[in-house]
Structures are given as C-alpha cells and as structure tokens.
C-alpha cells in the first residue's frame, strides 16, 4: 500500500487559509432562538424586499348597479380629481380577520366590504362574486373592526353618525344583526348633540363587551347581553374628540388619543367599574393617566433644536404586537413615532419632510385620518406618506434602530453592523395611502388608496 501514498513535501508551502465572515445563524442553530440582533438584522431584510404585486380598484356592483363607491371614482375622474370629489370617496379603515382570510374595508363613500382576497396565491386576482359581503350604505363610513371573540362578527360606524352597526357574515343579508346607539344628549336649547364615533375597539376574550370612541371625548362600553345603549362612559374630561382608541392585549387598559394631541389611559381592572359594567347604571370614569405628546417631544433636544414643537392632532395609536409596551402613534403632520408605555416617554420618532414642500400632495389629502400598520414581527410600522408611497419604518426597541431618539449614526456606522442594513424606507406606489394593515401570519400588507383602490405590498419573489 506504501507505494500508492504520495510522499510529502516538507518545503512545499502550506495553503493559506481564507478569513470567512462570521456565519450569522450558527448562533440561532445551536440554541434554537433568535437572538435580538439577529432579528434586528432580519427586519432590514424584511425592509428592502417589499414591493407592490398588485391593485384593485374599487369598481364593483350591487344587484348589478355600480356601487356608490364605483359612482363617486367615476365622478372624480370625470371633473379631473376634483379635491371636492375625491373627499367624498377613498379606503377609511381595514383589517384583516385573525387567520388572515378575509379582509373588511370601509370607503367614505358608505361601502362596506369583506373581500376573500387569496393573497398568498402566485396568481394574485380579486373575484367579485367570492366576496362574502359588500354593502352601500349611503353614508360616510369611518372604521370596521372584526369581533376578536367572534371572527363572525364585523362592525363599522361613522364620524357622522351615533350608531355602531354589528353584521355576522354568516348570514347573506344586507341588514346588521344588531345596532348600538349612544345615548340621546339633550342640550339647553333642547334638541340632541350630534355624536359620531371614530374608532372602534372589541375584547378579545368577551364577544359581548365592545367599545366606541366619539367625538365628544368620551369611550362608551357596551355590554351587548344587557342594552342596546352604553352601560360605561369613560371620559377624558373634555369635549376634544378621540381619533383612536386601542385595547392592550390582556384587555386590562384601553388607550385613546385626541384631536388636541393627548394620549389617555384608563384601567378597565376590578373596582367600581366592573359593578357599572355588570349592573347598567350611568357611571363616568376619568382617565387613569394622560400624556400630552408634545411634552415629551421637547425632552429630544436634537428635535428641539431643529422644528417648532406644538400640540398636534393624533390620527392613529396601535400597541407593537410583538414588542407589548411600545405604542406606536402618528400625528396629522405626517410624523410617526413610538411612546413607551412602561416609562411614559416618546423613544422613537420619524419626521418626513413637511406637506408643503411636497409637490404632489393633494387637499384632500387633510380630510382623512391615516391609519397606518405594525407589521406582525420585528417592530415595523408601515405609514402612508403624504404623496403616492409607504414608509417603512424601523421601529426596533433599541437605540441600534435609526428612529431611536438616541441613535447616533456615527457610532452604528462602523464595524460589523453597517449603517446599510439599519434604515426606513420609502416605497413608491401607484397611489396615495389612507389606511393600511398587514396580514396576521406573513406580513403581507394591504394599502388603501383616496381612490378606494386596494394595493397589494409584499416581499418580491425571486427565482433561483
């Protein structure tokens, strides 16, 4: 056997070995986690490979008829997007039931809709006559919320209007199964205050229990097995309207936001107020703790220094489904940031240039209220920009994200976090977005447009 060995050469020079970069996931193999960083690392991934894949305009029928959503695009078009037509018409809120199934949608216009929308399927197309309900209300329509303790279960309301409609897609009917109502208000001069509601927040672990923020500063709890009316207010001690409203996910605190730029609480845990909840008596409550974001704007010195800081209005607050203490907010300017409810102070911010210096804006863009999206992992939030495009911003709960008020880009630029793989960004679309959200399970997101057109935004798929 000797003979078939090759001797070795002592003198022949030893290969040189090759410097590797240090394998990233090893780490995440060998403990069957990811670590923080690594998650951070993915999110800009996640970034950099959204895409629109695919639109539809609003052009559907009702008992053959052109809907009046379809009537108002129509119109629109007609008078050369008239500012004033456009604002009678566009997407007002959406949202996906919790499997990602079916998406409802609202327009100003009055239609409600809930599409069965197969977004994961290569060839990506609506059916009109898969959708499980599309109504014409022939009024403004504001806000859908699906019943988290009843996936069967939608209800929408309006800004104009002080009824909350509850319709079981279960059943092919254009009337709701049940209407809530607010209680009558009669004034000095004796007649009702008009009171809408803006937003609209369910209990996840009671089908029964829902609540309607209004115009008039006030949370109104219904507990649907007692009354058709309010059992609970929850009040803010002043007549500004709440824009948004959203649970914490143990149901224990509700959040609401005002059109003057403050941010409440209330405690929803034990006391007085489950005795009101059960027992329908007529109890106000004030909030537990409220923060006016424009304080704690003026605590960023770097921001400070650069813009004039003033009560805003608030347009949307949403909790980080996976980071619980970060509520997300965005102000009527276009600005977007976080609020840390454990210390009560704003840790990221993001300021896009200013509406006037943007040449494609529309007027009617301030007619709206944005409601923008957290994506469901890694702390993104995707935000409609005041022209036709999408921000994503990298909201991570660390000060390595670049929104962190303490960011500091010279330090994050070197070594082998690169500054590259730590950014927002700004995606252009076909259309100008009012309302967005992202499927539950894969993070698809749905925009919709002023022109109740949805867009479909997602991660491109590239062959091998």
Avoid at 15 to 35: A, C, D, I, T, Y
Avoid at 66 to 93: E, M
Avoid at 307 to 315: D, L, Y
Wanted: net charge negative; glycine share 4%; charged share 20%.
């Amino acid at each position: 056997m000797e003979r078939y060995l090759v001797p070795v050469n002592p003198a022949a020079e030893r290969p040189k070995s090759v410097k590797r970069h240090r394998w990233k996931r090893s780490v995440v193999e060998l403990n069957g986690k990811f670590e923080p960083n690594y998650r951070h690392y993915l999110s800009s991934l996640i970034i950099q490979s959204y895409s629109e894949i695919g639109a539809f305009p609003h052009k559907y029928h009702v008992n053959g008829e052109p809907c009046q959503t379809h009537a108002d695009w129509f119109n629109s078009v007609g008078l050369n997007h008239n500012p004033r037509a456009i604002r009678r018409q566009g997407i007002s809120s959406l949202e996906f039931d919790s499997k990602g199934v079916y998406l409802a949608s609202t327009t100003k216009s009055g239609c409600l809709t809930v599409h069965d929308l197969d977004i994961q399927s290569p060839d990506l197309k609506e059916d009109e006559a898969k959708q499980l309900l599309h109504i014409s209300m022939y009024q403004q329509l504001d806000v859908v919320r699906w019943n988290l303790a009843n996936q069967d279960e939608i209800a929408c309301t309006s800004m104009k209007s002080s009824e909350v409609h509850i319709f079981d897609i279960g059943f092919i009917s254009s009337e709701p199964v049940e209407v809530l109502r607010k209680k009558p208000n009669i004034t000095v001069h004796g007649f009702n205050a008009h009171k809408g509601f803006s937003d609209i927040a369910f209990s996840s672990d009671d089908s029964s229990r829902l609540l309607a923020s209004d115009t008039s500063g006030v949370i109104n709890v219904w507990d649907r097995r007692v009354c058709d009316f309010p059992c609970l207010e929850l009040t803010t001690n002043s007549t500004d309207s709440l824009n948004s409203i959203k649970l914490s996910g143990d149901n224990e605190i509700i959040y609401g936001a005002s059109k003057q730029g403050t941010i409440f609480m209330w405690d929803l845990r034990g006391g007085r107020s489950y005795t009101a909840f059960r027992n329908n008596k007529e109890e106000y409550y004030s909030p537990l703790l409220k923060v006016k974001l424009a304080h704690e704007l003026e605590k960023i010195s770097p921001l400070k220094a650069q813009s004039n800081i003033i009560s805003k209005e608030i347009h949307s607050i949403d909790v980080d489904p996976s980071c619980p203490y970060q509520l997300a907010f965005h102000l009527d300017d276009g600005w977007s940031g976080v609020l840390d409810i454990a210390k009560f102070q704003v840790t990221h911010i993001h300021c896009p240039p200013p509406l006037w210096l943007d040449q494609q804006n529309d007027l009617a863009n301030l007619s709206y209220l944005k409601r923008p999206c957290w994506l469901p992992i890694n702390s993104i939030y995707a935000v409609g920009s005041s022209s036709n495009g999408l921000y994503l911003l990298d909201f991570y709960p660390d000060c390595t994200s670049p929104c962190h008020v303490d960011y500091n880009e010279d330090t994050h630029s070197t070594g082998e976090a690169t500054s590259q793989q730590m950014q927002n960004r700004y995606l252009p679309l076909s259309e100008s977005v009012t309302a967005c959200v992202a499927h539950p399970l894969n993070g698809t997101i749905v925009a919709g447009t002023e022109l109740s057109s949805l867009l479909v935004i997602s991660q491109s798929k590239m062959s091998c």
